[in-house]
């Protein structure tokens, strides 16, 4: 019992390496990951050659499937290029596979070390990301000496030598199981490895192994195929044209298998190598193989999966659940989403003018209305942000991350300002038949020109990041506040003058131009952020001249 939990543990750390070693070259690459495979689409050359390198360093196809999946689903890229990467990402897995294959063992603790000296001294920095991957390939090594060591207790023993002889050798059952497995351990690289290493402790038969390959091969599609089983048609194309060059390629495998088996026991030595040499040629082969018929099987992936037309109105339109798998990415649609929050909470805000003016109580209702909306992008946003994962963002990522979060929560909370005025305008101006002085109403528009044009600006800071807008947004702020002390000032003076419109409607005037200035801060706030990443704010607002003068 104890053999066999050291080898699930075995097993546990072994997919815990490869996934430290993905998000680690996730953090470290992750924008300039996307840049090469965004670049690679010109000819299946370049694109099978930036999946293989890609997928080196992530150590995952699934996780090179899934950012492709995202680009297809937005329509930047075609099923039959991507395809032409993911026949290189395959075989940069299998690649990887063949190098863990070499008695590292000397490598393992030195790898470990020095990860964890780069990581605890840096963290933060790129040399500490750097040390999280280190890390990880160090508990690959690591993992695969101890799936050594825990295997060679079991096969000695003879209940579990009996139980492996009367397995029956039946190649689709395998097929099936390492599928399962790569599902299960959501890595096909860890299966490939476990199985080499099972097969060398001769707990498993080099031919079991064989179709354990084939299997951990169709079970990497399969997964891809599940984690974008909620995505839209476009994204859901790539693995599954992925699946058929897999499947069709193990159909072409199994009656080969004999003569395989045998040229590899010819040929290669070790039973280890036997097993990722094989998982190197058989994804070398699917490659030249299928290459040519990346654009058949793009054209066939686009007619069993076709566009679905559906008008999304205002609900979340942007939030790609395949595009988690990837954080840099993800927080690339989330941002895009909190634009569309925006563009909804504009709409509110422009025909809250034409309420005020021309008393109409059906737009002002459909406006409310909108409210909803911009709670239901906030709420889908926020839950799509918690997904992201942290471990993998960069700091420049991270702080993004924050920025995104920020802007909705702004956002929401215009909206809801926005909703309380229009109910506010609703109860004591329209259905009591009150006007505004053309004074007052003159003010009121200014106000509410200007907060259009500052939160258009907003949205910009939000989008570009500019210091120089950031700036300006900021100094809004203060010209802003100036003018509602001002045009507060002009309405008493308006009442010591006995104007009557203004007497009828002062309590609503004065709050309206109060909750105009309340939106106004919410979008200068957006700036915050990016000025403090910038070191353009100071510890505290306060002057130093009006503390001083308070001690005197």
């Known amino acids: 019992m104890l053999h066999l939990l050291n080898l699930l543990a075995a097993i546990a750390l072994l997919v815990w390496g490869t996934h430290i070693v993905r998000t680690g070259m996730l953090r470290v690459f992750g924008e300039n990951l996307r840049t090469v495979l965004a670049k690679s689409f010109s000819n299946r050359g370049s694109a099978l050659l930036a999946g293989l390198g890609v997928t080196s360093l992530v150590q995952s196809s699934t996780a090179t499937c899934l950012i492709l999946a995202s680009f297809a689903g937005k329509g930047l890229v075609a099923t039959g290029a991507a395809l032409a990467v993911m026949l290189g990402a395959d075989v940069g897995t299998a690649t990887m596979a063949v190098v863990y294959s070499f008695d590292l063992s000397w490598l393992s603790p030195l790898l470990i070390f020095v990860g964890v000296v780069m990581f605890t001294t840096s963290q933060d920095s790129t040399v500490g ?17 101890l799936i050594v060591g825990a295997t060679r207790p079991l096969t000695e023993s003879p209940a579990v030598r009996a139980l492996l002889v009367a397995l029956p050798n039946e190649v689709l059952l395998d097929i099936l199981v390492g599928a399962t497995l790569t599902v299960f351990a959501y890595s096909s690289l860890a299966i490939v490895l476990l199985t080499a290493t099972l097969a060398t402790s001769g707990m498993v038969p080099t031919a079991v192994a064989l179709g354990l390959v084939l299997g951990a091969n169709i079970g990497s ?64 082969a699917l490659a030249a193989l299928f290459i ?25 339109r942007h939030l790609d659940p395949v595009a988690l798998a990837t954080p840099s990415l993800a927080i690339s649609c989330a941002a895009r989403e909190a634009l569309h929050q925006a563009d909804v909470v504009e709409t509110m805000l422009r025909g809250m003018l034409d309420v005020i003016r021309k008393n109409d109580l059906d737009l002002a209702e459909r406006l409310r209305s909108k409210d909803d909306t911009v709670d239901e992008l906030y709420s889908a946003i926020k839950f799509y942000m918690t997904q992201i994962s942290r471990e993998a963002l960069s700091e420049r990522e991270g702080r993004r991350w924050g920025d995104v979060l920020s802007f909705t929560i702004n956002m929401e909370q215009v909206g809801d300002i926005i909703e309380r005025v229009l109910q506010d305008v609703e109860d004591k101006k329209i259905r009591k038949n009150r006007s505004f002085s053309d004074a007052g109403m003159g003010e009121i528009c200014h106000l509410h020109e200007r907060l259009l044009a500052n939160l258009r600006l907003s949205m910009s800071v939000f989008l570009d990041g500019h210091v120089r807008d950031a700036q300006k947004l900021l100094e809004e702020k203060a010209r802003f506040r100036d003018l509602e002390r001002e045009y507060a000032a002009n309405h008493i003076a308006r009442l010591q003058d006995n104007t009557a419109q203004s007497i009828e409607t002062s309590s609503l005037h004065l709050d309206l131009i109060s909750e105009l200035k309340r939106i106004n801060s919410h979008l200068c706030s957006i700036a915050y952020p990016i000025l403090e990443s910038a070191g353009a704010l100071s510890a505290t607002r306060l002057r130093k001249s009006h503390l001083a003068g308070m001690d005197e």
């Open 129 to 145: 990301r750097v040390g999280r991957v280190l890390i990880g390939l160090g508990l690959i090594t690591l993992a695969l000496q």
């Open 221 to 284: 599609a399969v997964l891809a195929l599940l984690a974008t089983s909620n995505a839209a048609p476009q994204a859901r194309r790539l693995p599954l044209g992925n699946l058929v060059f897999k499947t069709s390629g193990a159909l072409i495998a199994i009656p080969l298998l004999p003569w395989t088996h045998s040229w590899l026991q010819q040929w290669v030595g070790e039973v280890h190598q036997q097993v990722v040499v094989f998982h190197l040629v058989f994804n070398i």
């Open 292 to 316: 040519s018929f990346t654009g058949m099987v793009g054209r066939l992936a686009e007619r069993w999966l076709p566009e679905v037309d559906r008008n999304l109105g205002d609900r979340p």
